[in-house]
Structure formats: structure tokens, C-alpha cells
């Protein structure tokens, strides 16, 4: 398994990460550093459809359960403990600052509410976190910073509520600077959501450094400075595989995988999807 401080590829461990990937076979930590994998295994054994990262937590929505692990209690991915947090079954996971949101198939959208004296909620836990429904929508696909991706469009998360925002079978969203994926285009946010591309988009991703990608027909896009899109090599000559989602501490990677079946990390944002096919229960380190 590795560690943050992994160096089994590296000439040193300046700029390593670990990058947490949701898969059919569970959570799995993955070493990166720039354009390099590391080794990479099972962190936590589930059915995770979705990652997410905030105030030091790493979250997981699962077949099961929404799993809670704190980062903050060791650097070694082996250790970390997993939390079940009585959600139920989950389709997407997100945080909005610190505060935790999950939604799953049938539309319910929660805010996760911590121990030490919660009042109950509806799911209350017998530490005191509960589980607060904020609200209903089609199909959650996406949670991100204040914005819900589902079935029946983008809905914003309120104080009071969720509020709908518009579009139509949102795949995918961008909290920051706020993008969306949808089955008919990708959009972003201005007066209005307003027309990036055409076509249908699974993934959307913007960072706090001002880069932006998209994921649509198999194919990466990337926005220039400038605010134009255009289509970005992928590091794969096979393109880009949109099967699972992946998380990260600091910055992420988009992970690909070559025919000679190595695996190798391209930068993109705090958001990433990765091949499902590339992922082994065991500790693999990639050959250089």
C-alpha cells in the first residue's frame, strides 16, 4: 500500500500525493508524483461509487454506506480508518468547505451533521452525527462545493434547502467556478448557464489555480487562458477512460493507462476519473 511520503519511483518525495480512487473493488490509495505512479492498493474494501476530500476528511459513497476516514491521523494509507455513517446507500459524496453532502438513486440529498451534541436529525448515530435531509432531486450523479449534479439538472444547496438552477440530466458539476455536465453540452456559469461544448459530457473539474477540463465522448478537454476549449491530448493513446472517480489531499491527477498496461498520472484538478480496468487488489509499483 503506499504512503504519502511513497519514493519507490521517485528520485525524491518533493510534490508525492496520495490520490484516493473510488472502484467496483473499493477505495484505492495511489501514489503520484507529477507524471509518475507509484504503487498503489485497497484502502479500504467496498462498493465506492465516489470520493471526496474536505477539512482533512475523506469521505466515500458506497453501495453500502457513506464512509468517513480522518487524514489527519496518520500518513499511511494502511492505517486509515473508515467510519460507516448510517447514510444508506450513496450515489455521490461532496463537501461545500467542511460540511459534508451525499446524495443517492432516489433523489435524497443530506448534510452530515458531526458528533458531540447533535441534536438527532434523521439519521442520528450513536455518537450524535446525523444525517439532515436538505432536499430532493432526480438522481444525484454529482455532489461539489454548493452545487448537486442529477437526473433532472443542477440544484443548488441553500441553508433552508435546494434550489434549482436549470439544465437537464446533469452528469457532473464544478463547484468552483462553477461548470456542469450534462447529455447535451458542458456549461458554465455566467449570466446564466451559458454554452462551453456541445455534445455529451460525463466530467466536469475546475481548479483553484484557474485550470479547467471536461470529459466528453471519450475525449479530454482542456480551457485556455483565454476561456476557450479545446480538445487535450490524452497521455493514453487509447483516450480517456470515464469507469471511476478519484480524489486527492492538495491537487489530483487524471490516471491513464498505456497498451504495455503501465499506468501513468496526468495533472489535472481535485476531480479526476480513472480507468477501473487498471486497478489491482495489490501494491503494484509501476516499472520506469
Known amino acids: ?153 443542477v440544484h443548488r444547496l441553500d441553508a433552508d434547502g435546494l434550489t434549482s438552477v436549470g439544465l437537464d440530466d446533469a452528469r457532473d458539476v464544478a463547484g468552483r467556478d462553477p461548470l456542469a455536465a450534462t447529455g447535451t453540452g458542458l456549461y458554465r456559469l455566467g449570466n446564466g448557464w451559458m454554452d462551453a461544448l456541445s455534445g455529451a459530457f460525463d466530467v466536469a473539474s475546475a481548479a483553484a489555480d484557474g485550470r479547467a477540463h471536461a470529459v466528453g465522448g471519450g475525449d479530454l478537454f482542456a480551457r485556455g487562458d483565454g476561456g476557450e476549449w479545446a480538445p487535450n491530448p490524452s497521455p493514453s493513446p487509447t483516450g480517456t477512460d470515464v469507469a471511476s472517480r478519484a480524489t486527492a489531499t492538495t491537487a489530483a491527477a487524471l490516471l491513464d493507462t498505456y497498451p504495455d498496461d503501465e499506468m501513468r498520472a496526468y495533472p489535472v484538478s481535485t476531480r479526476a476519473t480513472v480507468p477501473a480496468k487498471t486497478i489491482d487488489a495489490s501494491s503494484k509499483p509501476v516499472e520506469r
Not at 492505517?79 to 463537501?95: H, K, M, N, Q
Open 1 to 153: 500500500m503506499p504512503t504519502i511520503d511513497e519514493k519507490r519511483v521517485y528520485t525524491d518525495n518533493t510534490g508525492t500525493e496520495t490520490v484516493f480512487v473510488a472502484s467496483d473493488a473499493g477505495v484505492v490509495a495511489v501514489s503520484v508524483s507529477d507524471d509518475l505512479v507509484g504503487g498503489f492498493g485497497i484502502a479500504h474494501r467496498c462498493r465506492a461509487r465516489d470520493v471526496a476530500v474536505g477539512g482533512g476528511t475523506l469521505a466515500v459513497a458506497a453501495a453500502e454506506d457513506v464512509f468517513r476516514a480522518d487524514l489527519t491521523e496518520t500518513d499511511d494509507a494502511d492505517d486509515l480508518r473508515f467510519e460507516p455513517t448510517g447514510f444508506g446507500p450513496a450515489a455521490a459524496v461532496g463537501f461545500d468547505g467542511e460540511t459534508l453532502h451525499a446524495g443517492d438513486d432516489d433523489g435524497r440529498v443530506a448534510r452530515f451533521e458531526g458528533g458531540g451534541g447533535s441534536d438527532g436529525g434523521d439519521d442520528a448515530n450513536a455518537d450524535g452525527a446525523a444525517w439532515t435531509t436538505v432536499g430532493e432531486t432526480g438522481a444525484v450523479r454529482a455532489v461539489d462545493g454548493p452545487l448537486v449534479a442529477a437526473a433532472d439538472g
